[in-house]
């Protein structure tokens, strides 16, 4: 009994000095629309192993027996990516629900960030899709929306109740800015109901902020009527600042880093094929307008933006180009199972064949593995979403834990 009582009091010991060691709870918003929700589904994880750049990281986003990794040490609280509230051990699954399961920036954030610090961490994430800066998550400092005289003249012409828009718009302005400050402020009042092992005693540290939105501004001619101009996009710059400001200010952390995920759906600008060019521009003026509150002063080493357009996969976008030639004869194929010339079997054998001579047996995998959605949900892809996360946290770390100065 002595010697067992005298190890439980060593135990006790040592593991009060590891949770002291270990510091107050690293706490991390991650904040946006559809692509912060995450619409990549796990099956394309697989696909990751291809390629020798990402193989390593499907290495850590798996334990020994192949299944998602859950990390003991990551809690996740996530509001706005299914019905309810989602609350648990990160780990694959807390991407959009419908048709999952599916991760979004989370999950390699999650990851990477506990393998910077070395410490407990919590995220909370708030992400809706579908959802505007100039409206939907509109900070309260910039101000009620007002309509520009291009959509008044719009209104005009359709005969619209200028008021009655005018009332609808002020009552959609700002509301998911205010959801998510509820939640945050809601997760940090009772941190032991997302973490169970929580110690009050040692507290959290709000360390960082991530933010990933940005396509229905983008499409927006209404709202941003010069946005094939540069300098168009000037309205959301303006905003993203102003929300960096109110955000630290509503969340009493001043000096909190925040990381923008610049929109790069599509891929680098320069190497758009001839069915993108309309939209050059367009994409350009608006990642640079994203971009643009990292260079402020005022932010400089507490702000960057990750130019997530480095992480598109330009081999699914070669194989889609080799593979337009085939659809065709594709589509013939299917016609004549629909006439009833060809039987299913012998049309989807004759598919096969068709696409069997064209790719090979890694590029037919690529192809049909490892997207799982639409090109403006990052194709559904594992590989670009899980890459992205990482980006975050590289992005965050640095921030947080700076290079030091050589002696």
């Given at each position: 009994?002595l010697?067992?009582s005298?190890?439980?009091?060593a135990?006790a010991?040592?593991?009060a000095?590891?949770?002291a060691?270990?510091?107050?709870?690293?706490?991390?918003?991650?904040?946006g629309?559809?692509n912060?929700?995450?619409?990549?589904?796990?099956r394309?994880?697989?696909?990751?192993?291809?390629?020798?750049?990402?193989?390593?990281?499907?290495?850590?986003?798996?334990?020994e027996?192949?299944t998602?990794r859950?990390?003991?040490?990551?809690?996740i609280?996530?509001?706005?990516s299914?019905?309810e509230?989602r609350?648990g051990?990160?780990?694959?699954?807390?991407g959009?629900?419908?048709?999952?399961?599916?991760i979004?920036?989370?999950?390699?954030?999650?990851?990477?960030?506990?393998?910077?610090?070395?410490?407990p961490?919590?995220i909370?994430?708030?992400?809706w899709?579908?959802k505007?800066?100039?409206t939907?998550?509109r900070?309260?400092?910039?101000g009620?929306?007002?309509?520009n005289?291009?959509q008044?003249?719009?209104?005009?012409?359709?005969?619209?109740d200028?008021?009655?828009?005018?009332?609808?718009?002020?009552?959609?302005t700002?509301?998911y800015?205010?959801?998510?400050?509820?939640?945050v402020?809601?997760?940090?009042?009772?941190?032991?109901?997302?973490?169970?092992?929580?110690?009050?005693e040692?507290?959290?540290e709000?360390?960082g902020?991530?933010?990933f939105?940005g396509?229905?501004?983008?499409?927006?001619?209404?709202?941003?009527?010069?946005?094939?101009?540069?300098?168009?996009?000037?309205?959301?710059?303006?905003l993203?600042a102003?929300?960096?400001?109110?955000?630290?200010?509503?969340?009493?952390a001043?000096?909190l880093?925040?990381?923008?995920g610049?929109l790069?759906?599509?891929?680098?600008?320069e190497?758009y094929?001839?069915d993108q060019?309309?939209?050059?521009?367009?994409?350009a003026n608006?990642?640079?307008?994203?971009?643009?509150?990292?260079?402020?002063p005022?932010f400089q080493?507490?702000?960057?933006?990750?130019?997530t357009?480095?992480?598109?996969d330009?081999?699914?976008?070669a194989?889609?180009?080799?593979?337009k030639?085939?659809k065709e004869?594709?589509?013939?194929?299917?016609?004549?199972?629909k006439?009833?010339?060809l039987?299913?079997?012998?049309?989807?054998?004759?598919i096969?064949?068709?696409?069997?001579?064209?790719f090979?047996?890694?590029?037919?995998?690529i192809?049909?593995d490892?997207?799982?959605?639409?090109?403006?949900?990052?194709?559904?892809?594992?590989?670009?979403?899980s890459?992205?996360g990482?980006?975050f946290?590289?992005?965050m770390?640095?921030m947080?834990?700076?290079?030091r100065?050589?002696?």
């Open positions: 009994m010697i067992r005298l190890l439980a009091a135990l010991v040592c593991c000095s590891q949770t060691a270990a510091g107050p709870l690293k706490v991390f918003v991650l904040a629309q559809s912060m929700q995450g619409h990549a589904h796990i394309t994880m697989d696909a990751m192993a291809l390629d020798p750049e990402t193989a390593p990281l499907l290495a850590k986003m798996r334990d027996n192949g998602p859950v990390l003991d040490d990551v809690w609280s996530s509001l706005g299914a019905d509230v609350t051990k990160l780990t694959a699954g807390f959009a629900d419908a048709r999952g399961p599916k979004g920036p989370e999950f390699t954030f999650g990851i990477a960030m506990h393998e910077a610090l070395d410490k961490i919590l909370i994430k708030t992400a899709g579908g505007s800066l100039h939907d998550f900070p309260p400092s910039a009620p929306y007002e309509f005289e291009a008044l003249e719009n209104f005009a012409k359709r005969d619209v200028v008021d009655q828009a005018k009332a609808e718009k002020a009552e959609a700002g509301r800015y205010r959801l998510m400050t509820e939640h402020k809601t997760v940090l009042k009772d941190v032991g109901e997302v973490v169970p092992n929580y110690d009050p040692q507290g959290y709000l360390a902020f991530v933010w939105q396509w229905n501004d983008m499409v927006d001619g209404g709202a941003y009527p010069d946005r094939g101009r540069a300098g168009g996009y000037d309205q959301y710059a303006e993203m102003t929300f960096i400001r109110d955000m630290r200010r509503d969340l009493d001043p000096k880093p925040f990381v923008i610049v790069g759906v599509g891929g680098p600008v190497d094929g001839p060019q309309r939209y050059r521009e367009t994409h608006f990642r640079a307008a994203m971009a643009a509150p990292a260079a402020l005022e080493g507490n702000v960057a933006a990750v130019r357009e480095r992480y598109w330009m081999d699914v976008v194989l889609r180009l080799r593979e030639p085939l004869r594709k589509d013939q194929i299917n016609a004549a199972v006439s009833g010339d039987s299913r079997e012998e049309g989807d054998a004759a096969k064949e068709l696409y069997a001579a064209a090979s047996p890694r590029e037919l995998t192809l049909n490892s997207t799982s959605n639409f090109d403006f949900h990052y194709m559904g892809s594992a590989k670009i979403m890459q992205i990482r980006g946290a590289e992005a770390a640095e947080i834990q700076p290079p100065k050589a002696n």
